[in-house]
């Protein structure tokens, strides 16, 4: 049996702790990496100093060509289309004809409104002369019923001397009584005769307006174009059947044609300001059209915000629903600055460089625009900036409350 070599293991055990030893001097011997502080970054920036001034805003936006005078003419009755003189898009002038309606049915209307007014005046008069006659014959009935009454007298007279028999006496008193009806009913048709006067002339108003009527619709049989203007479109063909208040052409006259401009609610109250103020607001199109501001909506769009301003100008405007550039210069506003567009940030956001180069967010109030000869600027007002203050005027998508930057000599 062989023996263990415990020689030869002691050995190699020796040989492996200070193997093991000697890693671990090492280990602990080795050098040790200094930690440094990384230095916080420093963003070069260009800033602009501050004068607050009195500056007039300018609005610029863009604007609708309307027309308000633009007609929807209708039919006024039920009748046939004759002829149609136009086409969409024609220009006409005044009294041009631009369709023709058929006139029989509007004849027949007008017809009718007149025999019923020539009626109702030859009655008025037959009334007038009856009551004449009326008036002639009760002045005769009075004098036969005296004439009546007096021979009464005499009858009775003769009765009491028993020279007339009592026939004679009934007949007579019959006789008066007989002439007192009469007189009663000439009396109660005199009575009447101011009611139906006042009946027949009431009837006469009433036809007068139905001719007048029944004439404006044969009138309209022939449809002129009010004024000088364009047909904007047209709703019928010749041998159409159309119904009363039925459409038929749309006209817009030349003269009339305003633009609308769509202004934020705060421009909105200062042109409104300017007009109560009578105060004159310049303002002029991309196409050199001057406009003289004439009113302001009262209420705000929903969906927008804005408010619509108007204008009209002298100089001839292009055709409706055109949209133009449009350049409003609002009243003189006082501590306002001048800054570049790349200064603003989110619409109502500039900042401050603090003398500890460090920046400040300050909330503005935006006035409008000012053109530049290279640029346009923007006019901005806060209670809290002040003349010779340092605004960022570089684009800095990290700018931030605090940022640290360095200021570009």
């Given amino acids: 049996m062989r023996r263990f070599p415990i020689k030869s293991f002691a050995i190699g055990l020796a040989i492996f702790g200070g193997g093991v030893m000697g890693f671990i001097s090492l280990t602990k011997s080795k050098p040790v990496a200094a930690v440094r502080e990384a230095p916080a970054t420093i963003w070069r920036v260009s800033v602009a100093r501050i004068n607050l001034e009195t500056v007039a805003p300018v609005f610029n936006g863009f604007g609708t060509i309307e027309n308000p005078d633009t007609q929807t003419m209708k039919a006024r009755i039920a009748t046939d289309v004759s002829k149609l003189l136009v086409r ?3 220009r006409v002038r005044t009294n041009d004809i631009l369709i023709v309606l058929g006139s029989v049915d509007a004849e027949i209307q007008l017809s009718q409104a007149k ?42 007279d003769l009765k009491r001397r028993n020279l007339a028999s009592e026939q004679d006496l009934d007949t007579a008193k019959q ?34 307006a139905e001719v007048r009527a029944a004439n404006r619709n044969f009138e309209s049989t022939v449809l002129k ?22 459409n038929l052409v749309v006209f817009a006259p030349n003269s009339g044609r305003e633009v609308r401009v769509q202004v934020p ?11 109560m103020n009578s105060m004159p607001v310049s303002a002029s199109t991309d196409r050199g059209h001057l406009l ?12 927008t915000g804005s408010i619509d301003a108007f204008f ?30 790349d200064a603003l940030y989110g619409g109502n956001l500039i900042y401050r460089v603090k003398e500890t180069n460090v920046l400040e967010a300050i909330t503005v109030e935006r006035l409008g625009q000012r053109p530049g000869p290279e640029n346009t600027k923007v006019l901005v007002r806060a209670p809290n900036l002040a003349t010779g203050d340092q605004i960022l005027v570089s684009r800095l998508p990290a700018a931030v409350t605090g940022l640290r930057v360095e200021v570009i000599k």
Avoid: C, M
């Fill in 265 to 275: 609610a705060p421009v909105g109250q200062t042109l409104t300001k300017a007009i």
């Fill in 312 to 341: 009209t100008s002298t100089d001839p405007l292009p055709p409706t629903g055109t949209v133009i550039s449009v350049s409003i210069q609002l009243i003189a506003e006082s501590n306002v600055v001048v800054l570049p567009t």
């Fill in 88 to 90: 969409e898009g024609d």
């Fill in 115 to 156: 025999a019923n007014l020539a009626d109702a005046k030859a009655n008025l008069i037959a009334l007038d002369a009856t009551e004449t006659k009326d008036l002639e014959a009760l002045t005769l009935d009075q004098q036969a019923l005296s004439i009546l009454d007096g021979k009464l007298a005499r009858i009775r």
């Fill in 225 to 246: 174009a009010p004024a000088d203007g364009q047909v904007i479109e047209v709703n019928v063909v010749a041998g159409d059947r159309v119904q009363s208040t039925q």
């Fill in 175 to 208: 006789a008066v009584v007989s002439q007192k009806l009469q007189i009663n009913r000439r009396e109660l048709a005199l009575a009447t005769v101011e009611s139906k006067r006042t009946q027949l002339r009431t009837a006469i108003k009433r036809f007068e």
């Fill in 292 to 303: 003289t501001l004439t009113r302001v909506s009262g209420s705000v769009r929903d969906n």
